[in-house]
Structure formats: C-alpha cells, structure tokens
C-alpha cells in the first residue's frame, strides 16, 4: 500500500475506535474527560485538551504503518526538546495503544497532550476538509462546534482506552 493511503486507512481506523471508545461504559469509577469539564468548568482552558490542540503545528509523523505510526512532537517549554510518541491499532483488540517519552507520558496511562495533539495530526494530514489547528482556539474554546465535538470525542476515546489499561494491569497485578 502507498503511504498516503496506507495513513488515510490508519487515520480512519483510528478514528472509528476512538469514537466507538468514547461512548464505551467503563463502569462507575470513570471520571470523564474533555467534554464533562467543558460543561461543569467552562473557563478551565489550559488542560490537556487546550494545550494539545495548541501543538498540532509542531507534530512530525515520522512513519506510518497499518497498525500505528510514530511522531515526534517538540516540547512546549523548549522547541530543541522532542519528544516521541508511538500509537497502536491492533488489528483485534478494539482499544488504542500508545506511549509518549515525556515525563507525563511514562508516569502515567492517561494520554499527554504530545499523544493527543500526534493523533490531531495525523488526522489533518489524511482525512479530507480536516484542519485541527491552535488558531482556531478562542480563550481555551474551540471555535468550530463540530470540529469541537470531534476533538472531544477523540480524547474521550483515549482517556477512556487508559482507564481500561490501568484497570485490567492492576488485577493482574
């Protein structure tokens, strides 16, 4: 498959997941994400959600496969600083894997704003009329309603992918 339409499948698969996670019920110890603090706290504007919006511009997809692709994103406190973020779709299992090498990223499942804003990315680069940008942010707000909901939706997605990593590795544990 050529690159291009090797990322369009990969960004529309991660999409699907991502949506069809979000609406997922993880049961009553789930404390929800993006769109809960929209509603509850409208003028929280620097979370993680804002902030990955913010370095959508300063994310390199680095490679693209079926099954995941690899970014590097640049720090916001210092532009030499890169961090690498890797996302995987596994062909079987329905929930998204990722990792990021800053220092939220290896401390915790939730997803850092370098895995949300690689995800943006991706999505921009592959999916048609898309163009997820920091410009576009009012006082933290998300002017475009539509493209707001979709955004929410996509970090609701991984939130609620963490949720299910972290609980099924501590009944392992």
């Keep these: 498959m050529v690159e291009g339409s090797r990322g369009a499948f990969l960004a529309s698969r991660?999409?699907?997941r991502l949506i069809m996670s979000s609406a997922v019920d993880v049961g009553p110890g789930y404390k929800p994400s993006s769109g809960w603090v929209y509603r509850r706290?409208?003028?929280v504007v620097e979370g993680v959600l804002a902030r990955s919006v913010r370095l959508v511009d300063k994310v390199?997809?680095?490679s693209v496969d079926d099954y995941g692709f690899e970014a590097?994103?640049?720090s916001e406190e210092d532009l030499k600083v890169q961090y690498s973020v890797r996302v995987y779709v596994s062909p079987i299992?329905?929930?998204v894997e990722f990792e990021c090498t800053c220092p939220y990223g290896e401390r915790r499942f939730n997803p850092c704003k370098h895995v949300t804003a690689s995800i943006l990315a991706l999505l921009n680069k592959?999916?048609?009329d898309l163009k997820i940008s920091g410009d576009k942010l009012e006082e933290g707000f998300y002017r475009d309603p539509e493209?707001?909901?979709l955004i929410e939706a996509i970090y609701e997605g991984l939130n609620k992918a963490a949720y299910i990593k972290a609980r099924s590795s501590s009944k392992l544990a």
């Design 60 to 62: 390199e997809i680095v």
């Design 93 to 95: 299992d329905p929930m």
């Design 41 to 43: 706290y409208p003028r």
């Design 147 to 149: 493209e707001r909901r």
């Design 14 to 16: 991660l999409l699907f």
């Design 126 to 128: 592959y999916v048609e």
């Design 72 to 74: 590097r994103v640049a």
